[in-house]
């Protein structure tokens, strides 16, 4: 195949498109223009079937074969788009082309061979263009990851504009790990979870699952990422999505859900799954638990002399004074039900719920609700308190029936005082 023939090849691959298409402003709109894009690439095929293996490797053969039918005889203005809308696919081709030589090299670990397999079917290079370019504009951040070596080999724009980082400075995922996730016992939970997606993904023969990850940027700043990945081969393709939003939002809903709604301090339900984990944990390490279970005196009369509206308001103040009486980060308190509230308080001996629970009643006395039907005249809480140590032959239920029982005997000794559980 000489110079001359592959250049009269080209002209009149123009040519027969120009013939059988229309051509609008300089647009290609004909339907014919797939199957027209299709024989280029034959073309090309055809062009770089050499038996000089080098010039199979060499482009600039090709661009050659351009400049010279656009340097030559006087071209019109259509024939001159034409050309360059073919000139444009064929550099379309021959980067998809190196892309698949790429892949076909990492498979064998062979030198590249005179014309590879991959090179026998021109519209698979068409396909690889495509996803080329989707690559590009895709509005989230992807890289390209080698499976086998952990390289990152392309990220997209997007990637760059989110993390601020480059395929430079995450050449591979070792570097990315250490920049995306500085802290290193997260990093070694990333990993650990990461480990785990691809595992999964293998056993099933399956893209790599979802999980969220909090990602450093270059800047310093922080974001959720929900970070996925999509088998492609010898490939992957990791996904990132921007979980900060979702997140936050099912943090607000989980927060509505375990918001008692009178009184914005936990519910009875957020108690219950906090008093399982509490109790588990401290039976583990056989550590101490106590619980304070509070009832406010005569409320059914506080209700019946000064109304639900102001019972409501009383009822709010009481929660957020328990609620700030107790300020350990482990602590934990509840509206139990009704004018009932819990405390929990692991890791505290009998001697230190009393503590809590006077400090508790001091402050609800303060507020110095008037309650006309109680002794003092002021609003008054009755509290009974278990503290456990011993997990033998107990349970959760027990724990809090004890507790509840104290809280029957402080009634019954004449409200607004507290007691202890018996042993
Ligand atoms: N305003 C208001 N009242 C409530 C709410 N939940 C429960 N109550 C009232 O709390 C009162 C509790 O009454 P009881 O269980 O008889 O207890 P008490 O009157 O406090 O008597 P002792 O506990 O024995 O001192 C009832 O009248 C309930 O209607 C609420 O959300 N708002």
Not at 82 to 101: I, N, R
Not at 209 to 234: F, H, K, L, T
């Amino acid at each position: 195949m000489n110079y001359a023939y592959q250049i009269n090849k080209i002209n009149s691959l123009v040519e027969h498109y120009i013939n059988e298409s229309d051509f609008v402003d300089s647009e290609l709109l004909s339907s014919k223009t797939t199957e027209f894009k299709k024989s280029a690439y034959h073309l090309f095929y055809e062009l770089i079937k050499l038996k000089n293996p080098h010039i199979f490797q060499e482009p600039n053969h090709v661009h050659e074969l351009f400049s010279l039918i656009k340097g030559s005889t006087a071209k019109k203005n259509i024939e001159l788009k034409v050309l360059e809308h073919v000139e444009h696919w064929w550099l379309e081709w021959y980067f998809a082309l190196e892309m698949d030589e790429k892949l076909s090299i990492e498979k064998s670990d062979m030198p590249m061979s005179y014309l590879p397999q991959s090179t026998l079917n021109p519209m698979r290079k068409h396909e690889i263009s495509h996803y080329a370019r989707l690559f590009t504009v895709l509005p989230m951040p992807v890289c390209n990851v080698c499976a086998k070596t952990g390289d990152i080999l392309k990220v997209n724009q997007r990637f760059v504009d989110v993390f601020g980082y480059t395929v430079e400075d995450v050449p591979n995922l070792k570097s990315w790990w250490e920049k995306a996730y500085p802290d290193p016992q997260y990093r070694a939970l990333v990993k650990d979870l990461w480990q785990d997606s691809l595992e999964k993904a293998l056993n099933n023969n399956n893209d790599i699952p979802a999980n969220n990850y909090r990602v450093s940027c270059r800047d310093g700043s922080q974001v959720m990422m929900e970070i996925s990945g999509i088998d492609i081969g010898e490939e992957f393709l990791a996904v990132f999505n921007d979980a900060t939003e979702r997140l936050e939002a099912e943090d607000i809903l989980r927060d509505m859900a375990f918001l008692d709604a009178l009184t914005k301090i936990a519910n009875r339900r957020r108690f219950d799954e906090k008093l399982t984990h509490e109790y588990e944990q401290s039976k583990e390490c056989e550590g101490m638990l106590s619980m304070i279970i509070i009832d406010i005196d005569h409320f059914k009369q506080f209700n019946d002399r000064y109304g639900h509206v102001a019972g409501d308001t009383c009822l709010y103040d009481v929660a957020q004074t328990i609620a700030s009486t107790v300020s350990r980060p482990e602590d934990f308190v509840a509206r139990y039900g009704g004018e009932e509230f819990v405390v929990l308080l692991p890791q505290t001996d009998r001697q230190g719920a009393l503590f809590i629970a006077e400090q508790i009643q001091k402050a609800v006395e303060n507020l110095a609700i008037a309650h006309q039907d109680s002794f003092t005249g002021f609003l008054s809480i009755s509290m009974g308190i278990n503290t456990i140590s011993d997990y033998t032959n107990s349970d959760e239920i027990s724990f809090v029936k004890a507790a509840d029982n104290a809280l029957y005997y402080a009634k019954k000794q004449g409200r607004n005082c507290i007691a202890l559980s018996s042993e």
